[in-house]
């Protein structure tokens, strides 16, 4: 028997692959990918067209609002931080929202295992006192908390702005902590007091840990909200300061003339941090919201 003979009876056969058959679309779900495609392109558009028109001048942009860019240039980045208090703000924004949700952090997840654990018959009223910061108007609190800052010496500056930001998320945050806690065995806790674990240690090793999942979610929708926020800036940073992000973008708007070249590029650079954090931690933001809604 020939050597190409045996290694044809030697060698074993390989299973042939069958590539799974692809099912076809029905017409229903062609018509629904047709409809979120058209969604999509409406909810963008706007993006597109400011993006299109950063790269423009304001003469072609005044003479033809709807063209398109005769070149892609980033002349209209570079003036727009030269000309612009656009880099003060930007840092600003970073400043108030990493501050605001760091302090979140390490405040509210502990007022809320202090509400359920250890607050007793009062704590009732205490976490109704904090739902009912949810049910009063931002437009109630404004001049007095301005008055109230300018007493101290507070106003327009950045801590009056994390300090108003985090009143007003503190309640959301207790609302979204006290239903998950419900939900953690107190067996737990129980097993940690008896191996000596005071009521700090437990909730820092035992108890946060557990808490990742609506952290995550919570993290998520306050650094949105305070990274696209306009209105409390608005109010408490006065024109001597450079504001956030969306005020700088405000302030290029005049009565008679506005740098819509600028606007358009400021518009774009203060969205690409938000995409990006959201992005980023979708499926976490996504995994929070669900355990939060099993847990409540």
């Not at 229903?28 to 963008?44: E, N």
């Amino acid at each position: 028997m020939s050597t190409e003979t045996e290694l044809l009876v030697t060698s074993p056969q390989r299973p042939v692959r069958r590539r799974p058959k692809r099912k076809k679309l029905t017409v229903g779900q062609i018509v629904v990918m047709v409809v979120l495609a058209v969604l999509v392109l409406i909810v963008a558009s706007p993006v597109i067209y400011a993006l299109l028109n950063s790269f423009r001048s304001y003469a072609e942009i005044t003479m033809d609002p709807m063209g398109l860019p005769t070149q892609f240039t980033l002349d209209n980045y570079i003036q727009l931080f030269q000309q612009t208090d656009y880099g003060e703000a930007l840092v600003n924004t970073l400043i108030i929202t990493v501050a605001t949700v760091v302090l979140l952090i390490a405040i509210v997840p502990m007022a809320a295992y202090g509400i359920e654990r250890v607050g007793g018959r009062t704590s009732r009223l205490v976490y109704i006192l904090f739902i009912a910061g949810l049910m009063i108007p931002f437009q109630v609190r404004m001049i007095p908390l301005v008055k109230g800052f300018d007493d101290v010496g507070l106003y327009s500056t950045l801590t009056s702005v994390v300090l108003v930001h985090l009143g007003g998320a503190a309640s959301f945050g207790i609302l979204l902590y006290c239903s998950f806690i419900k939900g953690i065995p107190i067996e737990v806790e129980e097993a940690a007091n008896m191996d000596g674990a005071g009521r700090l240690r437990t909730f820092w090793s035992i108890v946060f840990p557990m808490l990742l999942p609506v952290t995550s979610a919570f993290v998520i929708i306050q650094a949105l909200g305070l990274w696209n926020d306009f209105f409390i800036p608005l109010v408490f940073l006065d024109s001597s300061s450079a504001g956030t992000i969306n005020v700088a973008i405000n302030r290029m708007v005049g009565l008679l003339t506005s740098q819509w070249q600028l606007i358009y590029t400021g518009a774009i650079l203060a969205i690409i941090p938000s995409v990006a954090i959201f992005a980023a931690f979708q499926r976490y933001f996504i995994k929070g919201m669900s355990v939060g809604a099993v847990k409540g």
